[in-house]
Structures are given as structure tokens and as C-alpha cells.
């Protein structure tokens, strides 16, 4: 390596690599905007949602939201990091009934509109996928996952509902 046309460039090839990769990016990448009033807007289901975790995360932008299925009494929880204006779900096989309407839970523990609760018939089935549509400041944000996060596994073997 004494030719110094090779020397300098390897010392000046990765630079170059970096400084393409980062203008590419900035050239193409979608710039963050906020929702758009009547629009609807998809929720990405965390990976939490596929397994016996207990809880699934959904997530567009910055709002952030957790379900999760109670003991006891069948029930579902929806917890939101803004307060949202309305919550509507749907679990079964297929969309075929209209969607159940969630309502809020007014406590002094949480700001109004980001806990909301409803009440089931029965716990679902891990095959089951859970349908919901949240409404924020008039946007529309929506996701359809698999219910195998119902079921609580803690890895020592022993599962149970939640």
C-alpha cells in the first residue's frame, strides 16, 4: 500500500458511503405531519401483540396505546398515552357483527378519555383477531391483530387468562 492514490481512497470511499446514505435518506424520507382531520391513519401492532405476553402495544406517531384482557369478569382495557374521543372493537374470525362501542372510565388515577373499558361475553380464542378503531381529534386510527396476547405465559410453563 505505498501508492497513495489507494490510500487516500479507502480513507475517503467511506465517508463518501455515509454522507450518500444520510442524503438519501433526508431526500426521500416522509417528513412527520400531523393527522389530518377524516383521515384514517394505520396502528402498528408491537410485537407483544403475536405472543402470550398478557398485553399488546399499538403505535402511530406519538400516540401509543395498551390493551390488555382482564381476569375476572371478561372484560378489555384500552389505555392511551392522549385522551382519545372514542373506541369501538371488534373480536371474532370474521367482521360480520357490527363493532362493540367502549366506553371511558372516569377515575381521579387517570386524565379523562385515556382509560376505556368492555365488557365481554367470554374470553376470545387465541385464533381470534381483535378489530379497533380509535377516533382522536377527529382522525381516525385503526388495526386489526391477532388475540394471542389474552393469554398470559410467563415461561416457566404455567399460562393463564388475562
Not at 375476572?72 to 382519545?84: D, F, K, W
Request: aromatic share 6%; net charge negative; proline share 6%.
Amino acid at each position: 500500500m505505498t501508492n497513495k492514490h489507494v490510500v487516500i481512497a479507502m480513507i475517503v470511499a467511506p465517508i463518501l458511503a455515509i454522507l450518500a446514505y444520510l442524503g438519501t435518506d433526508a431526500m426521500v424520507s416522509e417528513k412527520p405531519a400531523p393527522a389530518k382531520v377524516d383521515a384514517s391513519y394505520p396502528l402498528v401492532a408491537h410485537s407483544n401483540c403475536r405472543y402470550e405476553s398478557g398485553l399488546c402495544e399499538l403505535e402511530n406517531g406519538d400516540l401509543l396505546i395498551t390493551i390488555r384482557f382482564e381476569e375476572g369478569r371478561p372484560g378489555l382495557s384500552l389505555t392511551s398515552n392522549h385522551a382519545i374521543d372514542a373506541a369501538f372493537v371488534q373480536i371474532g374470525k370474521t367482521a360480520v357483527e357490527p363493532p362493540n362501542i367502549m366506553h371511558p372510565v372516569q377515575d381521579e388515577t387517570t386524565d379523562s378519555g385515556k382509560l376505556w373499558q368492555l365488557e365481554l361475553d367470554a374470553m376470545p380464542a387465541a385464533e381470534d383477531l381483535l378489530r379497533l378503531v380509535v377516533i382522536r381529534n377527529g382522525s381516525r386510527f385503526f388495526v386489526e391483530t391477532s388475540t394471542a396476547f389474552s393469554i398470559y405465559d410467563n415461561g416457566f410453563g404455567v399460562s393463564k387468562n388475562r
